[in-house]
């Protein structure tokens, strides 16, 4: 309960990408943004930048539920930016439809917990359009945003974190911003890529993350992971809201000694294998944590690989630090998220393996 | 009833007490908990906001004459409206269930009777004789190509085949009707459409070998066409999948002020898919340019009509999205002409979508991989198949108008069965795809795992050629 206060209670400051970033827009100044005004920006620029782009999904034009989309109708027109009914099914096949037509169609589905009806269309059509046709058709233009993820009282239909299912697909990307100014870059690479990709927002980040951001046009490149703190003893991968707690968990590690390397995937599908293998090469631990169940979950893909790269350089079994193999718990969260001690836990145990 | 105005009275009189209001404010309004308004000030729209309100107006001009219809017929109630968000409704006091059916199911528009014979006093679109006889061309073309490919399945030259022998009317005569601006999205039972575009018997051919020349590379079964050349999107398997995304293709032609629309096909049996909900609710409230054509061909495999839905058929289900729709007979060359034509200028001078129904039967098997006569009788497939052939019933009325003999006939039937032979004996012997065609298109550029993994896989194969079937080369 603590730590769930603890983070309703503080204005999260942003993983400084201060130690060892390889990214300049990272030292660039610019306005101190949350997150759904980050994208919300993007989402301006993307517009501006191309005619044929649109913004559409349920309750988009009054500016969303998150107020993603907020001033895009008044500026842009109805034409371009406009509600859909609620069905999103219809909502991806339309925007497959439009991607198909050469237009940039970003879509919106309200809350990643209701994306399943889609997945038909993201799977069977839109991930296999380039695929089945030769080439000579593609969807490529095809964006979808969903908020996703623990938000302190969402319960089982406003807090799943579903990228699992969709790092199966091939044919499909699936991208995950940390914070306000790599989500702004990030999903502007998303809608600029020729392919179908699926960016999940973490929504406990929208009003909680403040950062400076840039306020041009930038993009950060997909299936890039990113060392946002080097470390010796020991290597986390994370992407998404967990990643402060991972680093929460790090800054309490380093008191005792233990020198952390934390890693942001960002790209989940296709996801940057080198950089985590180089990172392991030299550390010898890997510890993987994400809020969705453990079974199944993308943590059991980055495990498999790394030992099959990286085992004879490894001290320790591969750690997963994840949500428990339940559907999200409401009163129960503070128990069900891998939460910074669990995290610490584990590190202590893989250290002295 | 009795029970509701004993209620009403109770309210009214208990009301009346507590606010001491007159009796005139409350009759006509509901009895939730809500604060008590003027009747003035809830019959204005100053409350809402002035999107809703900018909304309510342009979404009430079906209510607007649903109200001019209810005055004329309802004197008593002519003055009493209710606003409700979406527009005013009038109302009744008569309770009464609108009926599952109507009486009389919605007539099915046709021009040729059974004997090709043009039925006096017809609405049509008359049609050429250029143009009737390259669509009669077409449609014994399109027989003809059927026959030979599903016979080539049978001697296991191709791995599967689907025929659309019964709705050749359809596949021809809605094709005539377009423009090659229109795009197509198929379900897999329309490849005369793109026949009709210039796809030729060799192009066919190729994509059901898989071979080398295969604009799809091989990647999916047989009858698997998509051609961008003749703006024909690529089918796949899942049903009515096409039909939202033709609303999206739909959308994108009227924003780019094309002089074009989308046209998408779907069986009776599709229409259950939650797709079909989404497709045409779509294209109506966002009023993208798209012609709907359902082939109600009957069957859905072994699943027929009776057991797929309880409505009049499809075209019934347009009004529930405000589609303006028609039956046509789909047997019918000319009707389907008419109507496809007809459609499409609505379509693309309405920006609005439009729904065909058109009638039909599936004469052949579902796919080389069913035998319909486990589930339907024999002699029903012959009465349709004989009877009630729409290739012969057009080819009447070309040959009636002189436009076609049977000397025309044999020689049309003798070359398209050679040229098909020919077809199908060069795919068979064409070059395979090369195999790095398996990890190409994926992504636009392949990559590190697929790299990784094509690599290996080339590795893999040279060491044990004889785990691999030969021809694909690397």
Request: hydrophobic share 35%.
């Amino acid at each position: 309960m603590a730590a769930l206060l603890g983070r309703s209670c503080r204005k999260l400051g942003f993983l400084s990408s201060g130690h060892g970033a390889r990214r300049s827009v990272s030292t660039e100044t610019g306005k101190s943004l949350n997150l759904y005004s980050a994208i919300n920006q993007a989402l301006h620029i993307a517009l501006d930048s191309d005619p044929r782009s649109f913004v559409f999904g349920e309750d988009v034009g009054f500016g969303g539920v998150f107020r993603c989309t907020t001033g895009l109708a008044e500026r842009f027109g109805k034409n371009r930016v406009f509600n859909t009914p609620l069905c999103e099914q219809g909502i991806v096949g339309f925007g497959i439809g439009l991607a198909a037509m050469g237009n940039r169609a970003i879509v919106e589905i309200q809350f990643a917990d209701y994306i399943y009806p889609a997945f038909d269309q993201i799977v069977n059509e839109a991930a296999k359009f380039r695929y089945r046709s030769g080439n000579q058709f593609n969807c490529g233009g095809l964006t979808i945003r969903a908020p996703y993820g623990a938000v302190g009282h969402g319960g089982h239909y406003h807090s799943q974190s579903p990228e699992a299912f969709f790092c199966h697909v091939p044919g499909i990307k699936v991208v995950i911003p940390r914070s306000p100014r790599e989500a702004k870059g990030l999903l502007l690479s998303c809608i600029r890529d020729p392919n179908p990709v699926v960016f999940f927002e973490p929504k406990w980040l929208y009003r909680q993350a403040v950062e400076e951001v840039p306020e041009h046009d930038y993009m950060i490149p997909l299936s890039e992971a990113e060392v946002i703190r080097e470390g010796n003893d020991i290597t986390l991968v994370g992407w998404g809201a967990q990643l402060t707690i991972m680093e929460q968990a790090c800054l309490e590690a380093e008191k005792e000694g233990i020198s952390c390397e934390l890693i942001d995937l960002k790209t989940l599908l296709p996801w940057d294998k080198e950089t985590v293998e180089a990172s392991v090469k030299k550390t010898g631990r890997l510890l993987i944590s994400h809020e969705a169940p453990i079974t199944g979950g993308f943590g059991a893909e980055i495990s498999a690989t790394i030992l099959e790269r990286c085992f004879l350089k490894l001290e320790a079994p591969v750690s997963r630090i994840c949500g428990l193999d339940t559907p999200f718990p409401l009163v129960f969260e503070p128990f069900y998220m891998p939460t910074k001690n669990k995290i610490l836990d584990a590190i202590k145990t893989t250290v002295n393996y | 009833m009795a029970i509701w105005f004993a209620r009403s009275r109770n309210l009214i009189s208990s009301l009346r007490h507590n606010l001491c209001l007159s009796s005139t404010i409350l009759v006509k309004r509901d009895y939730s908990q809500r604060p008590v308004f003027t009747t003035s000030q809830l019959s204005s729209t100053v409350f809402l906001s002035p999107y809703v309100a900018s909304l309510r107006h342009e979404s009430t001009a079906a209510e607007k004459q649903l109200d001019l219809v209810q005055h004329s017929d309802d004197q008593e109630d002519a003055l009493q409206e209710l606003d409700f968000p979406g527009g005013n409704v009038g109302y009744t006091s008569e309770m009464k269930f609108i009926p599952e059916s109507s009486a009389r199911r919605i007539p099915c528009y046709r021009v040729l009777d059974e004997d090709g014979r043009i039925i006096p006093d017809s609405d049509f679109i008359p049609v050429s004789e250029k143009l009737a006889v390259r669509m009669y061309e077409q449609m014994a073309t399109l027989q003809v190509m059927d026959h030979i490919f599903y016979e080539a399945q049978r001697q296991g030259r191709i791995s599967f085949y689907i025929t659309s022998l019964g709705e050749e009317a359809i596949n021809i005569a809605s094709a005539a009707a377009l423009s090659p601006e229109d795009v197509v999205l198929p379900q897999y039972r329309e490849p005369g459409v793109l026949l009709w575009r210039g796809f030729t018997l060799e192009e066919f051919a190729n994509q059901c070998f898989g071979n080398k020349a295969d604009y799809g590379k091989g990647r999916q079964m047989p009858i698997h066409y998509g051609s961008n050349r003749h703006n024909y999107f690529t089918i796949s398997s899942p049903i009515a999948t096409q039909l939202p995304q033709a609303a999206g293709v739909g959308y994108s032609l009227k924003m780019e002020k094309k002089n074009a629309c989308a046209v998408t096909f779907i069986g009776d049996g599709g229409t259950s898919e939650g797709d079909f909900h989404a497709g045409l609710n779509f294209a109506a409230v966002l009023e993208a340019p798209v012609v709907f054509i359902c082939r109600n061909n009957g069957w859905a495999i072994s699943t027929h009509t009776s057991e797929q839905f309880r409505s009049d058929g499809i075209v019934v289900k347009g009004q529930a999205y405000g589609i303006r729709s028609i039956r046509v007979d789909g047997n019918d060359a000319l009707a389907v002409y008419s109507a496809v034509r007809s459609a499409r200028e609505m379509a693309v001078t309405e920006q609005r979508p439009v729904l065909i129904e058109a009638m039909t039967y599936r004469v052949g098997h579902h796919s080389t991989s069913d035998d319909s006569t486990k589930y339907r009788a024999a002699d029903e497939i012959q009465h349709w198949k004989m009877s009630r052939n729409p290739v012969n019933r057009f080819k009447k009325w070309v040959e009636d108008n002189g436009w076609w003999s049977e000397e025309d006939e044999s020689e049309l039937r003798s070359n398209t069965r050679k040229q098909l032979l020919q077809a199908i004996q060069a795919a068979e012997k064409c070059d395979k795809q090369p195999l790095k065609e398996l990890f190409n298109d994926v992504y636009d550029v392949k990559p590190k795992n697929l790299e990784e993994q094509e690599l290996g896989l080339k590795e893999l194969v040279e060491r044990q050629p004889q785990d691999y079937p030969p021809g694909f080369h690397v």
